[in-house]
């Protein structure tokens, strides 16, 4: 692995477990690598099957082994739900072949139950002058 800038494209996520009862979920992500944290915009009213085809950039080096990512429902008038999250490991072969296609990860809760999937994209530019 090297040093370089890892580009995670959010594509979009099925079947979620919806955590409002009245009306749609208004479903956002947020990235961490590291100590790096990034936060999609909110798919407002899109419930359970939001599209969002967004892009974040992380600074990575060689110690970087996986992408966790949390699934929030933005509250209204209360505190955002967790929908649940993922870890997506970052395979050696995505820093050797620079890419891999929009994939589909499980989302889970914290007891490791099913919430949905999530669809993501990434993409590896090594920096030349560290490589």
Do not use: C
Not at 105 to 125: D, P, S
Request: no cysteine; aromatic share 10%.
């Amino acid at each position: 692995m090297g040093y370089g800038t890892l580009e995670v494209i959010l594509v979009n996520a099925k079947h979620l477990h919806n955590t409002d009862f009245l009306t749609k979920m208004d479903p956002y992500v947020i990235f961490s690598v590291k100590t790096q944290e990034k936060i999609s915009t909110v798919a407002k009213g899109q419930g359970s099957n939001p599209e969002w085809n967004e892009s974040f950039l992380f600074t990575v080096t060689d110690d970087v082994s996986e992408l966790r990512l949390k699934i929030m429902d933005k509250g209204t008038f209360t505190a955002d739900d967790f929908v649940g999250e993922a870890t997506i490991p970052l395979d050696p072969a995505l820093f050797i072949h620079g890419s891999l296609p929009p994939t589909s990860y499980n989302v889970v809760n914290k007891h490791q139950k099913y919430r949905g999937e999530i669809k993501i994209g990434l993409n590896f530019t090594p920096d030349p002058q560290n490589y």
